[in-house]
């Protein structure tokens, strides 16, 4: 009997919880659902990142044998780094193969099933086939792994079993270690997805280095978006020649007013025997308004301006601008020469920021 009276009793208070939350406005009853299942959300969140941070450490301190050799054979290639995956190893594949390509090593995907159907006519002898499988026994890859073998092409298998057909037939032997997936079921690609990714960029990054890829070279893959912008050079936004305004010393202030409005820069550089000796800008003028056009340019000027290099890097420069709270910059050569100007217009039209 006491069992059912403290049943009853639980049942009433869970009843009587149901009705309190059913009169509370919607936005509040969602408000107190979250809050029921944010520890445990929380807690399968902690759970997988620290699996996977756990398989990443584990992979670095036990990197493949073979990792040095296929980073030299990639470096020797004459051809491409064919990669091919199925299923969640070949969204990786495809990521893989785009950071090789976009760091200086050229590199497509090609899909398992459709190699099977006449792609495996883009895989050349002077190739290097990358295949991606966790257990080396995918099917769908078998066509490529065969026409490898067949032709010569060296193989390199990525996969956590060391014993499967893709390892054993492989040149290069990119063993993941053997771990749990992160999910609760143990079933979904999650750890073995995160370290193939982890070991591919490891790859690009490694020949990178290797290649001495740099920032100039970075640039000619990624002139787009704020990747590209970031890299662009002062040379590669300036105005040049006849746009540049610049007066003599000696030039009377009427003269170098008509320079400054003609050209739209809202400044006019000052020289000096062919070199920079000052800058004019608006506020220079109004701080000698009284007999201004009695002047001639280097009494107004500005001496020893704030100016850049070509070589700088435009956000740099553009850091440069909003420190001296200007909105335009002369650039010079190593002589003191003036071979260009920069506006703050320039920065915001190529997305420097």
């Known amino acids: 009997m006491r069992l059912v ?30 809050d029921d299942t944010d520890l445990s959300i929380t807690r399968s969140a902690h759970r997988v990142l620290e699996a996977e941070a756990a398989a990443i450490v584990e992979l670095g301190h036990s990197l493949p044998d073979d990792f040095a ?14 990669v091919s995956g199925v299923g969640k190893s070949g969204h990786i594949g495809r990521k893989i193969s785009a950071t090789l390509a976009s760091t200086g090593t050229p590199s497509y995907f090609v899909h398992g099933s459709e190699a099977s159907h006449g792609d495996l006519g883009m895989i050349t002898d002077d190739d290097i086939v990358l295949l991606i499988s966790n257990s080396g026994e995918t099917q769908e890859l078998r066509d490529i792994l065969l026409h490898t073998r067949r032709f010569n092409i060296p193989l390199i298998g990525i996969s956590s079993k060391i014993n499967s057909t893709l390892l054993q037939s492989a040149d290069f032997k990119l063993n993941l270690p053997d771990l749990p997936e992160a999910c609760a079921i ?69 003269d170098v007013l008509l320079s400054m409005t003609s050209k739209g820069f809202g400044v006019t550089g000052v020289l000096k025997d ?25 009494e107004i000027a500005t001496i020893d301006p704030v100016t850049v290099t070509p070589d700088l890097f435009a956000a740099q420069a553009l850091a440069l601008l909003n420190e001296k709270r200007v909105s335009a910059l002369l650039v010079v050569d190593a002589d003191q020469h003036v071979v260009g100007i920069v506006h703050i217009h320039d920065f915001l039209r190529e997305g420097v920021a």
């Open 69 to 82: 050799r296929a980073v030299n054979l990639m470096l020797e290639a004459k051809g491409r780094v064919i």
């Open 274 to 298: 062919g070199t920079l000796a000052g800058l004019i800008s608006d506020g220079d003028l109004r701080r000698h308004m009284g007999h201004l056009m009695e002047k001639t340019a280097i």
């Open 186 to 254: 143990g079933m979904a690609p999650t750890t073995s997805t995160t370290l193939t990714l982890a070991l591919g960029d490891a790859l690009a990054v490694a020949v990178m280095e290797q290649r001495g890829f740099g920032s100039e070279d970075f640039l000619k893959y990624h002139p787009g978006g704020k990747l590209g912008a970031k890299l662009l050079r002062v040379a590669d936004i300036m105005h040049k020649g006849d746009q540049i305004p610049v007066v003599e010393a000696n030039t009377p202030m009427p």
């Open 5 to 34: 009276a403290l049943s009853l009793l639980a049942k009433s208070a869970a009843d009587g919880k149901q009705a309190i939350m059913q009169r509370l406005p919607l936005t509040e009853r969602m408000t107190a659902m979250t």
